[in-house]
Every structure is written in structure tokens, then in C-alpha cells.
């Protein structure tokens, strides 16, 4: 694999992406970045609609700009999330559902707030036994 940032930059860049989030009904911001195994990495952070439904988290904008820049399920390396919360940040269930998809079931998810407590899982453990469409016959 080409040369990797360490955790503790990724989670760096996923604070700069932090403060580009859209959040004005919540006022909650995350921040994310995505890293592939070639060595690039995707910021995302939280884009919030009038129409709530709509708001798309920070995690699956780095993962859907990640795609709309060619990028493959399983290219992907490591991801970091970081938000102001009093422990570190875990993605939501249409976020987990979207990694499991997208990116191999050990890649390392680091979480972060951002008075500095990290705390790192897998995609996996994040949904063990998740759906995956897999036809009959
Ligand atoms: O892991 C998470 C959890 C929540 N949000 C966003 C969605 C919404 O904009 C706001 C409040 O839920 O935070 C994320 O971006 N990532
Ligand atoms: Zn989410």
C-alpha cells in the first residue's frame, strides 16, 4: 500500500473539514476524512437541509465524494470522525450501513471529539451482521 497519513493527521483533517459544516437547525458539527489505500484523502462534513430528512452526515459526504471521484468499494483505508461531544463521536445507522458497503469490514474508524478523546473500532464492529443484498437462485 502507497504511503499512509497517521491517525492522529487524518483526525487533524477531519477537524479542519469539521468547521465546513452546514448545520444550521442542529448546530451540531462533524467533520470526517476518508482515506484510500492509494494515499488520497476525501474530507466530509454535515450538510443539513430545511427538509430534515435530507441532512447527510459527514461521514457519508466523504464516502459519496470519495465515489463521485472514481474511487471504488474497498478502496478505502481508514476514516476518522470527530464532533463536540463528551465521548468520542460513532457514526449513525445510515452511516454504518454505508461504510459496511463501501469499505472492507477491519478498516479502522478512528473517533474523536474534539476536546481530544479518540477512541478506534472497525467497520465490522460498528454493524456486526448487517444487510447485504444477496439475490436467491
Ligand atoms: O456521526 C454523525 C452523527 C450526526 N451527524 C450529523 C447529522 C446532522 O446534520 C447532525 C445532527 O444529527 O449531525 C453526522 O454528520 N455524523
Ligand atoms: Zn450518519
Known sequence: MPEQIDGSTLLELARSARDLAYAPYSHFHVGAALQTKDGLVFPGCN????????????????????????????????????????????????????????????MPVLLANTAGSTRQTTVEALLPDGFRLVLAG
Open 47 to 106: 450538510v443539513e437541509n430545511a427538509a430534515y430528512g435530507l441532512c447527510n452526515c459527514a461521514e457519508r459526504t466523504a464516502l459519496f465524494s470519495a465515489m463521485a471521484a472514481g474511487c471504488k468499494p474497498g478502496d478505502f483505508s481508514a476514516i476518522a470522525v470527530i464532533a463536540d461531544t463528551p465521548e468520542p463521536v460513532t457514526p449513525c445507522g445510515s452511516c454504518r450501513q454505508v461504510l459496511a458497503e463501501l469499505c472492507p469490514a477491519d
